[in-house]
């Protein structure tokens, strides 16, 4: 994981994403759902040997952008 591995607890990151959810929802008229913070957690570990940033280019295939 990158040096920001420990800058925020993973409540912390919950409530991020769920603040980018609510306020991108907002704009496309969608509700926005509440993060688990155990779902952190375990997104965490899955990744815990992830070294570096990921691009912008890999992200957009994992989860590739739709209207």
């Known amino acids: 994981m ?3 591995e420990h800058m925020l607890t ?3 990151i919950a409530a ?3 603040y ?3 306020h991108l929802g907002w ?4 509700p ?3 993060i688990d913070p155990d779902f952190v ?4 570990h899955e990744i815990k040997d992830r ?3 990921y691009m912008v280019e890999e992200i957009l295939e994992m989860h590739p952008m739709v209207d």
């Open 32 to 34: 926005a759902t509440t």
């Open 51 to 53: 070294e570096g940033f």
């Open 20 to 22: 980018v959810k609510e």
């Open 10 to 12: 993973d409540e912390e």
């Open 2 to 4: 990158t040096g920001f």
């Open 41 to 44: 957690t375990k997104i965490r």
């Open 27 to 30: 704009i496309k008229g969608r």
């Open 16 to 18: 991020v994403i769920f």
